[in-house]
């Protein structure tokens, strides 16, 4: 009886809303990130159209700031995690050998909490009031005097932690207790272990962010005055308790993208990775230091010097543990026999983008140097070097690499190069001029400026419809990849090792029934 | 996935490590509501 039901693929919508198998999961995340990312995506080119030129032309300001906060927001909880969370479901499995994630059900539930959490995010838009207009950061008191769409905001923010909470749980129980005989922590895969610290630092961060979002809907309707000083709260305290979230959700978003590119490099370079132990090593160093630089955030707030010291030199101390990161990739490169297909291009590219943004970190981390640069475009070049450049760089990367295994089918490495490089120009004319803009001191989260920043605004508009034209490429390519095209081999590239490999392209849809043996 | 892929040890590993996890995140969570409400 089991085996028979075992045997059962539904088919259809039940297929979907029913499931509990990883891969059918991996996908609703992936679909549903990308179509958050074509969201976020469109609000970026209301943000980037109004800023085309100084003065106000195209939409009101209140609307200009709901813009930034809720392509925040979508880009980051909509798209980058449930990106990443999709390729876990798809690729953890497969790469430990076990035939599913631990809790299945679990894993539905994960999901499916996600569609409800992104309508009342969308919704809060369309309330009366509006959506939330002060940033993705919420800081009271403008969070605590937004309207109703706010109070949407609140309640997806809510729903989409526990999403994430739950998918973290069901990853860590996976990896922990899942793994094929032979496999040892020390054997398994780096995209397996930089997703192992990741659910860690989710388990960790994410429920603090829910402790303030309660606080915050307490104080906005139950009288408490947590965040209220005319009722003998501080409102900078929303701005510790956030950051101690904001800080370590950096590192959910990009060490899943270090463990992409731990794969794909010495795939392309025909090595195996330089310095496993010591990148395992690095990461866990990442994530334990990313819980105590937090204020790094906020030094503009006033803090003793004490405090200020010791922030700014444990934040300068986590360039070393990424320094060896970058160091092992270059490394795992030199002397290999690379090619350069798509995959590996993001790859490429995404240690490129990230490493800028990592230096630009380093300038922010110093204390005085922060406060010219606080609150500047200077700010917003820097973490999208690094959100764009590593996270998505690296979801992408992921795709095109393992999109053969999952369709069975080669994409267009043609349309796949143009893809990379149109994105990669796109992006640069986009936000490499924004570190001038900060510099010359254009603030963020404006819809107006001084004339003397036109030119550089001007670019970056253009950078940005370039970049988002760019990724009509990509949808035609995955779909065009989905319905068919030349077949791939079980291995797809020449250079991988690893258990996902030993499967047929594409996949059965019950993975490893019997597990296999590692030596 | 059903149960047969599963043995009852490694059934119970699991359970046990969702538990300590769900553990978790509630004293994470406390304690941030905790802070406030010291503050």
């Known amino acids: ?519 | 996935m059903t149960e047969k892929h599963i043995d009852r040890k490694q059934r119970q590993r699991i359970r046990l490590t969702a538990g300590a996890l769900f553990v978790l995140v509630t004293l994470m969570f406390v304690s941030a509501a905790f802070l406030g409400i010291g503050a």
């Open chain 1, 1 to 519: 009886m089991a085996t028979a039901h075992h045997a059962d693929h539904p088919t259809g919508f039940s297929r979907w809303l029913f499931t509990t198998n990883h891969k059918d999961i991996g996908t609703l995340y992936l679909v549903f990130a990308f179509i958050m990312a074509v969201v976020g995506g469109l609000m970026s080119l209301v943000i980037r159209a109004e800023l085309w030129q100084p003065g106000l032309q195209m939409v009101d300001p209140h609307f200009f700031n709901q813009m930034t906060t809720v392509h925040a927001l979508v880009m980051i909880f909509g798209f980058a995690m449930p990106g990443f969370v999709g390729l876990a479901n798809w690729q953890i499995p497969m790469m430990i050998g076990a035939p599913d994630m631990a809790l299945p059900r679990m894993n539905n539930w994960s999901f499916w909490i996600l569609p409800f959490a992104a309508i009342l995010l969308i919704l809060g838009l369309f309330m009366p009031g509006g959506g939330p207009a002060a940033g993705w950061t919420l800081y009271p008191p403008l969070s605590a005097q937004g309207g109703i769409g706010t109070d949407f905001t609140l309640l997806s923010i809510h729903l989409l932690g526990m999403s994430s909470i739950l998918g973290s749980i069901n990853i860590i129980a996976t990896i922990l207790n899942m793994r094929a005989p032979g496999m040892t922590l020390m054997k398994m895969p780096m995209f397996v272990w930089t997703w192992l610290i990741t659910a860690f630092l989710l388990i960790a961060a994410m429920p603090v962010l829910a402790g303030a979002v309660t606080m915050l809907i307490t104080d906005r309707h139950f009288g408490t005055s947590f965040f209220d000083a005319a009722g003998g709260g501080d409102p900078v305290l929303w701005q510790h308790v956030f950051w101690f979230f904001g800080h370590p959700e950096v590192y959910i978003l990009v060490l899943p993208a270090f463990g992409v590119f731990s794969q794909i490099i010495p795939t392309f370079a025909r090595k195996t990775l330089f310095g496993y132990d010591s990148m395992v090593y690095a990461t866990a160093s990442i994530a334990f230091l990313s819980f105590i630089v937090w204020a790094h955030h906020m030094y503009t707030v006033g803090m003793p010097m004490a405090g200020e010291l010791f922030f700014m030199y444990a934040t300068m101390l986590i360039a070393v543990p990424t320094g060896v990161k970058v160091f092992n990739w270059i490394s795992t490169m030199w002397r290999g026999s690379m090619t350069f297909e798509t995959p590996m291009l993001w790859a490429i590219g995404g240690v490129f983008t990230f490493t800028i943004g990592g230096l630009s970190g380093l300038m922010l981390a110093i204390t005085p140097v922060d406060f010219q640069y606080h609150d500047t475009y200077f700010v917003v070049a820097h973490f999208h070097y690094v959100i764009f450049g590593a996270s998505v760089f690296g979801l992408f990367a992921a795709v095109y690499y393992w999109i053969p295994k999952w369709t069975g089918h080669m994409y267009n490495e043609t349309l796949g190069k143009w893809h990379f490089w149109l994105t990669m120009i796109g992006f640069t004319i986009t936000f490499f001029p924004q570190h001038f803009l900060g510099l010359a001191g254009m603030p963020r989260r404006i819809p107006d400026y001084a004339l003397q920043f036109t030119e550089f605004n001007q670019w970056s508009t253009v950078g940005a419809f370039m970049t988002i034209a760019a990724q009509f490429l990509f949808f035609y390519l995955a779909i065009r990849c989905m319905k068919g095209g030349s077949k791939a081999t079980d291995k797809v590239w020449e250079g991988t090792d690893g258990l996902e490999w030993t499967l047929s392209s594409p996949p059965p849809y019950h993975s490893f029934t019997v597990a296999p043996k590692v030596k």
